[in-house]
């Protein structure tokens, strides 16, 4: 069922198509989608994050672009990030409803749940873009720095601590020093981007090829503005 299901979606997203400009605000279509490169749709997010960060956000119609999307989603990227709920991809890249794919998790970490939609994002639904968002201030990464343990919290925890090893501060190695927190978060960052190139053969072969950008990013809870 599920085999025949995701073939019927492929075979939907390779079908002839002619590319239609993309434009801010627009919901995105089959045919916006195609004429979207895996450059262009970073350089979209980074100009929604301009945006954002000035507060100056398009306004949308949100009931309209449900209509839209209602009979199918052709988003232009995917975004691993943190649950904080300072960190929100559609507000952070002025995104609409329809636009990303979102995998939220505290720390913005990946495991083969998440390996696995974003090779569905990519392969099957056509995302450009896979970026993995950090952020200023993380409590997981301040968790993981401390060496947290509780309940479930505890596994999770521990696939930040390679961050937190490799790690180099003349300071403090816990959260009270906030520069390593933040070299942790930067470090944890570049450790998931690689991780999705280890673990996903589907994935790293769509980058070789260009089909798709892996990219890491940094958003500041403070100012609103993202680093990449």
């Not at 495991?111 to 099957?124: C, M, R, T």
């Not at 180099?168 to 960052?189: L, P």
Request: hydrophobic share 40%; aromatic share 4%; with cysteine.
């Amino acid at each position: 069922m599920l085999a025949s299901a995701l073939t019927y979606a492929a075979a939907d997203q390779s079908g002839a198509i002619k590319p239609e400009s993309y434009a801010v605000g627009k919901t995105m279509t089959k045919a916006v989608q195609a004429s979207i490169t895996p450059g262009s749709a970073l350089d979209i997010l980074k100009a929604g994050n301009v945006r954002f960060a000035s507060n100056k956000s398009i306004k949308r119609d949100n009931k309209k672009n449900v209509m839209k999307t209602g009979l199918g989603q052709y988003p232009l990227a995917s975004v691993v990030s943190c649950i904080d709920s300072r960190a929100t991809p559609e507000l952070i890249f002025d995104q609409g409803i329809g636009d990303i794919f979102t995998a939220r998790v505290a720390g913005n970490i990946v495991n083969e749940d998440i390996l696995g939609s974003l090779e569905y994002a990519a392969k099957v639904a056509g995302s450009r873009v896979i970026v993995v968002l950090g952020h200023t201030h993380c409590g997981a990464i301040k968790g993981a720095c401390d060496d947290v343990k509780m309940g479930n919290l505890t596994n999770l925890i521990a696939k930040l601590k390679p961050a937190v090893e490799a790690t180099k501060t003349d300071g403090e190695r816990n959260s009270k020093n906030h520069e390593f927190v933040q070299k942790v978060a930067d470090e944890n960052v570049e450790l998931t981007v690689q991780k999705i190139r280890d673990m996903s053969p589907i994935l790293k072969e769509m980058e070789d090829k260009g089909q798709i950008k892996i990219v890491g990013a940094m958003y500041d809870v403070g100012t609103g503005k993202v680093t990449w």
